[in-house]
């Protein structure tokens, strides 16, 4: 079993900045993906926001490109994104994902955090 574990979420005006992180945790063989995903109320999706493989690819919903960064420290198992000029629309609860590698077949399980609030006010 792997734990994702998110921080950093808050409320914050309009055009300032918040910083996510993400842990993973547990019995862990490699972690390729990981990523982060946010829903908004009645919303029943999640919606991809940005994206990392464990070969450095990454990858951004047209919303956040050029305001969001995505990085990852792999020896921490943890990924993080660094959110810039946040408007009101990217108010939603944001959820970690994380793609494990069980074994050495391919064999992947689908993890998600508990999911952290980001109130931006305007």
């Known amino acids: 079993q792997v734990q994702l574990v998110e921080s950093g979420g808050g409320v914050v005006q309009a055009g300032g900045s918040l910083r996510l992180s993400c842990a993973a945790s547990?019995?862990?063989?490699?972690?390729?993906?990981m990523g982060w995903y946010r829903q908004t109320p009645g919303k029943k999706q999640r919606d991809m926001v940005a994206?990392?493989?464990?070969?450095?690819?990454?990858n951004y919903a047209d919303s956040v490109k050029g305001r969001f960064t995505i990085s990852r420290d792999n020896a921490k198992n943890t990924v993080y994104l660094q959110m810039h000029e946040l408007k009101p629309e990217d108010t939603a609860v944001y959820y970690c994902?994380?793609?494990?590698?069980?074994?050495?077949?391919?064999?992947?399980?689908?993890?998600w955090g508990q999911g952290t609030q980001v109130t931006v006010s305007s």
């Open positions: 547990g019995r862990i063989f490699i972690i390729s993906a």
């Open positions: 994902k994380a793609v494990h590698k069980r074994d050495l077949f391919g064999f992947t399980d689908t993890y």
């Open positions: 994206e990392h493989s464990s070969g450095g690819t990454t």
